[in-house]
């Protein structure tokens, strides 16, 4: 199976203003993008459903996080079953922002992304080191150990509507960016991975993407990486390169 190219852009808390989520949006619907890649870009959730009203319909719309419960009394959560309802395909979950900043847990976000698939969502599974971890060696060790409590939820039938983002902690905002062998290292053992825990059909058939102080300057050797099946972007998805980055793989 060849695996479809798949970018992402993580708003994450920007833009700040009305018109200036106008602008943005504007600029991505004039852009001349590779049909073949799979785009999904993540607004705040203050604007998912407007973003999705207005953006053009080859690119699809993901919520940045969301919680376990259907309803109830969870002041400041977003169900999933409220995101499928509004019309949103995707959710990212276990964003090292999240994980870090808020204390998410492996197995909180395990059991968000099992919720999430339940409700009909597809779901961008962020993994990563920190830099302490990586000069440690960790690397491999800190992914299977955050992808672990995952797999022990889900079903091998599941996978087919994950995408799992390695995001190495000390690149994210950074400026920072894994070499292209440091990145195709990381994904290989975190397909192997899946391979001895799950399938090989579904280490084969998973994309990997990467994350983490992507741009239009280094995004084409990263995507000629054998297993980097494209990008998860933050600070470039606010830009008019982040057209550049969903055409790496153009010639």
């Not at 991505?28 to 073949?36: H, I």
């Not at 150990?145 to 939820?153: G, I, N, P, R």
């Not at 390695?166 to 991975?193: L, N």
């Amino acid at each position: 199976m060849t695996r479809q190219f798949f970018v992402g852009g993580n708003f994450k808390l920007n833009p700040i203003t009305l018109e200036s989520k106008k602008s943005l949006i504007s600029g991505l619907n004039k852009a001349e993008l590779d049909p073949s890649t799979e785009v999904v870009i993540a607004p705040p959730s203050i604007y998912l459903i407007s973003v999705k009203d207005i953006v053009r319909k080859d690119v699809k719309v993901a919520a940045q996080n969301c919680y376990f419960k259907e309803s109830g009394a969870f002041t400041g959560e977003i169900s999933p079953k409220q995101l499928v309802d509004a019309g949103i395909p995707y959710v990212i979950l276990g964003h090292s922002e999240r994980r870090t900043i808020f204390k998410e847990t492996s197995e909180l976000i395990a059991t968000k992304t099992r919720a999430a698939l339940d409700a009909g969502l597809k779901v961008i599974l962020c993994i990563g080191e920190t830099l302490q971890e990586r000069e440690a060696g960790k690397t491999a060790e800190v992914c299977e150990e955050q992808l672990k409590a995952v797999v022990e939820v889900l079903k091998e039938a599941d996978w087919s509507n994950v995408v799992i983002a390695y995001e190495p902690v000390w690149a994210i905002g950074t400026g920072k960016v894994a070499t292209s062998a440091q990145a195709q290292e990381a994904h290989v053992d975190v397909r192997a991975y899946l391979a001895k825990a799950i399938s090989a059909a579904v280490a084969n058939d998973t994309r990997i993407i990467y994350g983490g102080s992507v741009t239009a300057v280094n995004c084409k050797e990263l995507a000629t990486q054998q297993d980097v099946d494209g990008f998860l972007v933050g600070g470039a998805s606010l830009k008019p390169e982040f057209a550049d980055i969903v055409n790496a793989k153009k010639a």
